[in-house]
């Protein structure tokens, strides 16, 4: 009998202990802090129209200042502070090296465009984007005025079998700002500490790719020809060289003018944009966004200046703010968000 009372007395103290260790481990599992998610980066790439030239004080009408003070529906006042200052994002944070003279980076603001004065649609896009996640974003954009898709930004599978006839290694050799754009990222993916400030070593994963461009290839007649193909070109390309087989992309039309737009070459140029989105491969993983609605004219914009938009900071704020939706959209579809 005593020796049937000890060894329940053990096996009681055994489980005693067990449970104790049990709640130990699920106390220590349950304060633990969580590892910081991977970085999300998007890259941002085209010509002018990306670089960005929305006015942010010139004009009477238009700019981003007379946006924000006539804001009726409160669509730009997460744009600033409570004292009315432009507020910079703390999780958001941007990586622009304009024209190659001026590398601009910190938290996402107004001023990421063609100068500290303009905006691109990087500023709204970032917005979405960073409101969508919990952890950190990086944007790295990659945009220089006046290129072409055909010349330029050409990728190497349009150029050759294999690779381009001669290394592209200066300004006007067929493919030399697709080699420009992808040293870029890579350059800034090696010392993504240098501007996140809080990065923690958790990695990255390049999780979209954003392109606005199309001017100077509608207004080209073999160009325009090509666009589609070398657009689908484009996007195998860039997946293939940033070792993201399905990275997901979103293209904003060269939609200037809007809906009074008549030239054949610039709605055969936007039609070719629309429908890479129809191709087989790029099903739920590529989207296009329709931007003639986002035409502003020029008595109500800053300048006459069609191919900038009329540097209606109206036009950048919603092609952005598209180019955002679109990407979070498809993020959802390729399952690539928590």
Known sequence: MKNYTMKKFVANIISIGICGSIIIILLFTACKPESPKPLKVFILAGQSNMVGHGEIEKGDRGNLNYLVENDEKGEYQHLINEKGEWKVRNDVFIY???????????GLTVGYGAND????????????????????????????????????????GAAWESWYKKAPIAAGDTGYYYIQMLSTVNDVLGRVG???????GQGYEITGFGWHQGWNDRINQMANDAYKENMIQFIKD???DL???ELPFVI?????????????RALSLMEAQLAVADYPDFTGNVKVVETRDFWREALDSPANQSYHWNRNATSYFLIGKSMGDSMI???????TVP
């Open 117 to 156: 004065n303009t905006i691109g649609p990087e500023l709204q896009f970032g917005n979405v984007v960073g409101d969508h996640f919990d952890g950190d974003v990086l944007i790295i954009k990659t945009a220089w005025g006046g290129k072409s898709l055909a010349v330029d930004f050409c990728p190497p």
């Open 194 to 200: 240098d501007y996140v400030p809080s990065y923690e």
């Open 252 to 264: 904003a039309t060269t939609g200037m003018s809007g809906w009074d737009e008549t030239h054949p």
């Open 243 to 245: 070792h993201v087989p």
């Open 329 to 335: 959209e498809l993020l959802k579809d390729v399952k």
């Open 96 to 106: 622009f090296n304009k024209q190659e003279k001026k590398v601009n980076t910190g």
């Open 238 to 240: 860039v997946r293939r």
